[in-house]
């Protein structure tokens, strides 16, 4: 009932709303009904003007991400990094749904850094899921100042490695779980066998940060005109952007350093 008057002059226009006051359970309608778990799906294979809005916002929040990071410097919190980008975004109608900041031994500790008062002194990780009218777009970016250690370097050479092959793999038609595999296995061939299983590698997306996980028993495919959102991570380092079923990437950036088609560690 609260946001019942909003949501009829602001976002569903010439609906029909039914509200019942606040301490009241809702009541459901009599016939036949959906829910978000049956609609859901329906969402999945962009249309024309979905994709061409998410390109823009994809475009719009590397950009803004970027671009902050850019100007971090020592000393900085990882509120201050964070306010640096949240700033920009609502400036532009944009909302951060997800902001992680994390600097130094940070992101070697914690894959979800939520900022904290910790400061900057040579690396710091940003993840972001940003949302402008309902769609979300998905990146990460890591900046190092002076000169990258050497397990550092391995390490997300391994994790560029693993991004690049799902991005190359993953199409129209695939199943959920073989791009699962694809994924497992660079991750063996590259040294890291097990880091797959500390965190979720991705799924697809649009109106949710992702509509479900990749799991090894996921059999559902993948749909035409669909957003993607990759995130392999390795101790310490991390690949993330957003992409379609086409494998366009959406929130890539030209004047980002790159690791091969992945995005690279900026160093400053």
Known sequence: MIEAARLRGEEFDG???EACPWPESPKLPRGR???DEEVAPLRWSLTKDEVRRLRALSRESAGVLCGALKRVRRGWSEHEVAGAIAGPLRARGIFPHVLLVGADGRVDRYRHPIPTRARVRRKVMVALCAQKGGLITC???IVHFGRLPRELRRRHDAVCAVDAALHAATRPGRRWCDLLETAIRVYRETGYADEWKLHHQGGPMGYEP?????????TRL???SQAVG???????TKSEDTMLSTGEVLTGTRDWPMNGSRPDILVL
């Open 210 to 218: 992702r509509d479900f996980k990749a799991t090894p028993s996921e």
């Open 222 to 224: 993948v749909v035409e």
């Open 15 to 17: 609906w029909r709303i």
């Open 230 to 236: 990759w995130n392999p991570s390795i101790t310490g």
């Open 33 to 35: 009904w959906a829910t």
């Open 139 to 141: 990146l990460t970016r």
